[in-house]
């Protein structure tokens, strides 16, 4: 009998926070998701100093995933269909270095998987993907209220229009990742 894989954490930063969280939070294999802030210069920065744009840090998730349910390269196939990779800055209306988007590697091997896959994406959309490959650097948790903001707000107005249609989409797209409720 082999040994169970332990789990492991991605972070991703694909636009607004809401968005990633609560399509993640419904990903079977989906351990757990974290709303932070990650790879600026601030220490322990707030909401506010984010959405100012000088502490150079991008709104992220922090997935934490069981690799023998889902794999890496399958949780970055939902990240490239539930946000845009070739605006740089920029994920609807919502603008800024904040919304950037990328990918922010925990160990060498999954800096491959990254790279295998922007590829792969970069092929199909003739070279436009910005998201950005790094390592995790100075991430902070976002406060409180931003923590599975969806799901305890689906009638807030950026919820009810924006977040809500993505977590519709990846319902319709990856309807076999879909956890049971």
């Known amino acids: 009998m ?3 894989p332990t789990p492991e954490t991605i972070t991703l930063a694909g636009g607004c926070f809401w968005c990633l969280e609560a399509v993640y939070e419904r990903v079977r294999g989906v351990l757990g998701v974290e709303s932070g802030y990650s790879n600026g210069q601030a220490e322990r920065p707030n909401y506010e100093q984010v959405c100012g744009g000088d502490t150079g840090c991008a709104e992220v998730v922090r997935v934490r995933f069981d690799p023998a349910q889902i794999g890496l390269r399958e949780l970055l196939e939902i990240f490239f ?11 609807g209306n919502d603008v800024g270095t904040q919304y950037r988007s990328g990918i922010y590697f925990h160990t060498p091997e999954q800096e491959l998987v990254a790279r295998e896959v922007v590829a792969e994406v970069n092929a199909k959309v003739g070279g436009r993907v910005v998201t950005e490959i790094e390592p995790e650097r100075h991430y902070w948790r976002a406060e409180d209220y931003h923590q599975h903001y969806f799901a305890n707000h689906p009638g807030q107005g950026y919820c009810a229009f924006v977040v809500a249609p993505k977590v519709e989409k990846f319902r319709k797209t990856f309807a076999q990742r879909v956890r049971e409720a």
């Open 81 to 91: 269909v539930m946000h845009d990779p070739t605006t740089l800055n920029r994920q």
């Open 2 to 4: 082999s040994p169970t």
